[in-house]
């Protein structure tokens, strides 16, 4: 199993531009989530989806949008990039019934000028 | 979600034993205690979970009073590879299909140093 992964591991982006991260798990988890930590900062979680079809907010949404279209797969779309969401992203899934034991992927390494 | 506080940071040397404490005053019946571990540049990993009394795996145990409005991870023996940032998370484990337990927060850890 590859477990959780994530691309691209690095990106720099404009002010202003879109752009998609990918995160895709093989462990048939149904729960997905996205998180951003700042330097210094404890994770935040941004989106979280308990299966196929169903997201919901987390603590800080604003300025992302997800999808669940598949078990697998749970992409995170930056909508119109900002320097304040310059941050690691980190992905992560675990089984519904094992709550709060997360795999997390390696992390995407944002940087926003 | 309870909130949770444990410090900010802790010192160690190799070969001693380490315990961190995390607060959790507001816990409620149904949640479980989660500690992660966080080496730089990595994602966090699950270390150990725990409900009441004492848990204990290959890596760590996890102490758990009576009233469950506190837990202490105890690190034996560490070395240097155990500097890392450690996070403990309280809330219901068994997340419930579209139900706020989704909600999973971290707080800022602790940081423990092991020096030589």
């Known amino acids: 199993n590859a477990g959780v992964t994530q691309t691209p591991k690095f990106q720099v982006l404009k002010t202003g531009q879109s752009m998609t991260l990918q995160c895709a798990q093989d462990?048939?988890?149904?729960?997905m989530s996205w998180y951003r930590q700042d330097p210094g900062m404890g994770l935040r979680l941004i989106h979280y989806s308990v299966g196929a079809g169903i997201t919901d907010q987390g603590e800080v949404p604003n300025g992302y949008n997800v999808s669940r279209s598949t078990t697998e797969d749970f992409p995170l779309r930056l909508l119109s990039a900002a320097p304040s969401q310059t941050s690691v992203y980190f992905c992560a899934s675990s089984y519904l019934p094992s709550g709060y034991e997360q795999y997390f992927g390696p992390g995407t390494r944002l940087t926003v000028t | 979600l309870a909130k949770t506080t444990q410090p900010i940071s802790m010192d160690s040397y190799e070969g001693q034993e380490v315990n961190i404490t995390c607060s959790h005053n507001n816990i409620a019946t149904n949640d479980y205690i989660t500690w992660y571990q966080q080496f730089p540049s990595q994602g966090p990993r699950f270390i150990i979970q725990?409900?009441?009394t004492k848990v204990t795996n290959e890596v760590a145990s996890l102490f758990i009073p009576a009233d469950r409005k506190s837990s202490t991870l105890s690190l034996p023996r560490v070395s240097l590879s155990d500097t890392a940032v450690y996070y403990c998370?309280?809330?219901?484990?068994?997340?419930?299909?579209?139900?706020?337990?989704?909600?999973?927060?971290f707080g800022k850890g602790t940081k423990l140093s092991v020096k030589p």
């Open positions: 998370l309280v809330g219901d484990a068994k997340l419930n299909y579209g139900g706020s337990q989704g909600n999973l927060i």
């Open positions: 725990g409900y009441k």
């Open positions: 462990m048939n988890h149904e729960y």
